[in-house]
């Protein structure tokens, strides 16, 4: 369901951090493209914008010298809203064309995510514990970035390194953010699936589950599988208000725990939808989860059959979900909890979007197969007071960072992809020879940021051509 | 003396709210070019870094719609470290040239300074009261600009109103780093007399002086001027170490009080010739005092004769003072403690200066004509800690602006003086043919925002004709 927001750019880390509660994640893959790159923690003002608080924090970046000469560029990843190493395993372009630069590759976390936490924050964001995450924010996190950039030039570099950033969704907002507001200091930026004017105003609400739905409906079968998506909302509340009904739908979904409300499993259900579209790689990967190529291909198949009803329809959505949750065969069980978890790193970006990052999304049943919900900003306002006791800044973001209004910025790839419902708040559009828009047909979140594959579609071997040719015209002229 | 900055660029703050608490000043200035400027209120957030601050506070600021087509631009005026009044009485190219433009006059106070003060601040900033002023920053400035700006455009503009922003000294920093920080509110930026670099590392801490002092070197009997205000150090020292020697000085110098250090008069002294190469203006004017045309010509006239001494010394030194403190002839004495004023003002320019805005200055007795004084970073420090418990950071503002590193920056026209002594920290080469510099011979502190003048030097005559081509310009590029 997308009464709130809380469920989207986000699900990456929730997944991400279940995984690393079962011990799974905060480790680099091992590639033949690259060494393990070093990791070092640099001291960091806890807060850029309170001259009276002298506290630090200490943050962690990867630093890979391996193919790096003394003048050669820095490459640099400014951490999204979880642990690095899921963006050091997943962001692969970079350790690609790295030796072809001779450049630096850097990863950075994104200050109070993975393990660069100031000292004595409590796990949960709370209106009783949200003064110690007053730190958290997009601005901190670039003044973060700045200072680490500045300190790595000056001391691994030759001091004048020209410096690209790379970053994909809120990673690639903050690439293009960077390149705005640090313009001195980063010389391009690779901004990936950027949704930078996904903010009130500046977005239909309704547009990310068109994607979404679109995307289901591309596929083989596409038009019986969404229907049969269009239907399960109501079945899976008629099925829960009948007596026995939520025992019926926990033994069906095979839940981890027993459903105390219908609507849960439709939230969960509804979720992962946005995440399949997301990660609808064309070749098998373990970005989120480890899943087949087309991942929505494999999950309509068991969707495809015309008009299921009752039961049926929701024992072959049991199996549709076992695509992504249980595609290795492991699951004993579905937390249908995951996108609600505790895990540190979804509240986290929860509360960012209450404070600056408003984020608006609804559905309307008719151009999507969700059922219908609607975004306003004071429902919003009233749940973010709840959960964190902060009030949203409905229009801070695009007055600070400027939306999709890019007329005065420059060396920017802003890149997407057609299957990607994220791209509704992305730069389709070049601005100028140096704000350049690139669109991945068949290329889901930011296919271009991974390692080169031999399934990839044609259109992002394309992508990857104009952003490296960009990339030299940057690093050129920042040598002048 | 200048082995701290507090008597530098805010000295237009110090003396006008000398003049302000004597009831002259906080008057807009009647002129025939324009009609009084309308005052409004704007409801500001404190603090835009800290969601959980709900707090506001009501800025003032001045618009003229006199000239103003719904389409047409913004002239945009971010208010320095004084009250708004003084510089709207003394931008008068934004108002000579609005006719022209059809365009919208606005100047906008900074926050703390003037009356746009949060409700409960007292009036110094101390180790004891600086939690209230943790807010007051050039970049918490530059978000109010930010979101006044975005107001005013949908309000009383059409939406998509260019916007314009001119800006002297502090103001022209701040007039750059909004078309820098939000290039997407703000067109095309004059910054005038903006030391941008005049920070750590980034600039000669006696470079200041050795301006000043080339000014005064310059004029009709320089030499001996110079000459004597190099021994004038000594002879005041010495005087003042003599028995009767402090109320000697007083005496000589009508100090409105006895004086208790000998060091105390020759800061002031010091100071005065500062802030008269700074308003070495080549006609009457009341900008920081009541002054005659090139007020250093007629200082020195009082120093011209060569190799003066003893008594005779400190009364010439005395009638040079009295052009800058009594040229109507009104004063009954002269208040040295006047650049130590509690005025708030310079309380909290000083105080800003212990934060983000470290500016060092020094003098060596050799390149200038000042008592020789050293600058270091500790030494800065600690009195920053004793006077208000801020640790300075040292390379904030040349990593969060870039200092003179403007490759990535457009639409900015830098103006510079002559006669200046800020613009050692200035922008004086073109960096780009949209990123300009403009050397003002015969130029003192951002003269080029005077009204226009029948003793205007040519250069101001010919860098108000640039300025003027580039704002066409950047209108014209707005509006594409």
Redesign the interface.
Known sequence: MKTTIFCHLIFVTVLHCTLCLNGQAYKIVKNDKYIYPKLHMFEQ?LD?????I?ATFQQRYFVSDQYFVKDGPIFFYPGNEGAIELFINNTGFMWDIAPSFNALVVFAEHRYYGKSTPNDISLKVSPKS??KF?QL?A??AM?DF??LL?HIKATVGNGNNPIIAFGGSYGGMLAAWM???????V?GAIAASAPVHYFPGHVDCGAYDAVVTKDFARVTNGKECVNNIHHVWKTVTDTGSQPGGLQKLSSIFHTCKPLKKASKLSDWISDTFGNLAMVDYPYPNNFLNPLPAFPINVTCQHLSQADLSGVQLLSAMRDALGVFYNYTGKADCFNVSSTETTSLSTNLWNYQT???MVMPFCSDGIHDMFSPTTWTFQNFTANCRKKY???P?E??AI?????G???????IVFSNGELDPWQVGGVLQSVSDSVVAVYIQGGAHHLDLRHSNPDDPPAVIQARKIEIEHIHKWIK??KV
């Open positions: 003002k850029h914008y309170n001259p009276t002298d949200v003064h007053v924010s601005d901190q003044a700045a200072v500045t390149r705005i507001k640090y313009g001195h200091i010389d209450c404070t600056d006791g902060t009030t800044r229009h801070w007055t600070n960072y400027g939306g209004d890019l007329k005065s910025a420059s060396n002229q920042a």
